[in-house]
């Protein structure tokens, strides 16, 4: 199983440009999420999905869109990058954080480091 | 809103000696569920350790164990016998029995040393 595989690992940007940051999952997770990590303030939650066509907003939202047309993918657009969205980006999938069956382990991809100039 | 809070930026420990790091959180739910994460330097998430609220028993994975102390608000980690391969960020995790998102502290930058 490739698990939760993101693309790309590294990006360069200028001001204004627009991006998409890919998403996928071979594991049947209904829930999806992307964090972003910054040196001192942990991982903060800026998206997520709970089950295809169903998105909300996490801490972090302003300047990031998502859609969620399958299960398997959920792609992080950037519409007009910032400098301050200079970081390393985690998409992370489970079957369901809520339940009484569900473990609530979150599976993460490998990460994407944005660099944004 | 919950918090997760990781007072210990940095620690170190020699090799084969005990460390335990630090969490507490702040909730007003009665259920929930509480993580440890590991972050090596390959970047690459990995879970630790889990612990449910509801229960009173510490949760324990071979050389990982937690001192949950749920009245305090208070979930510590506990790594004995550390390893080289134990140098990591380690991230405490936080997730409501009812909510679908997953809050983490800042992190500890964990330094095992020769």
């Known amino acids: 199983n490739a698990g939760v595989t993101q693309t790309p690992k590294f990006q360069v940007l200028k001001t204004g440009q627009s991006m998409t940051l890919q998403c996928a999952q071979d594991m049947n997770h209904e829930y999806m999420s992307w964090y972003r990590q910054d040196p001192g303030m942990g991982l903060r939650l800026i998206h997520y999905?709970?089950?295809?066509?169903?998105?909300d907003q996490g801490e972090v939202p302003n300047g990031y869109n998502v859609s969620r047309s399958t299960t398997e993918d959920f792609p992080l657009r950037l519409l007009s990058a910032a400098p301050s969205q200079t970081s390393v980006y985690f998409c992370a999938s489970s079957y369901s954080l809520q339940g009484a069956n569900s473990k609530r382990v979150l599976t993460f991809g490998a990460g994407s480091r944005l660099t944004v100039l | 809103a919950q918090t997760v809070t990781q007072s210990q930026p940095e620690m170190s420990v020699q090799e084969a000696e005990t460390v335990t790091l630090s969490c507490t959180y702040d909730t007003s739910e009665s259920n929930y569920y509480l993580f440890w994460y590991k972050q090596p330097p390959s970047r690459q998430m990995i879970l630790v350790i889990r612990q449910e609220a509801y229960k009173q028993q510490n949760a324990t994975e071979n050389r990982f164990s937690v001192n949950f102390q749920k009245a305090a608000k208070s979930f510590s980690l506990k790594i004995s016998d550390s390893q080289l391969g134990d140098t990591a960020m380690y991230f405490c995790?936080?997730?409501?029995?009812?909510?679908?998102?997953?809050?983490f502290g800042t992190g500890t930058q964990l330094k095992v040393e020769l």
């Open positions: 995790a936080f997730n409501a029995g009812g909510g679908n998102k997953l809050t």
């Open positions: 999905s709970v089950g295809a066509g169903i998105t």
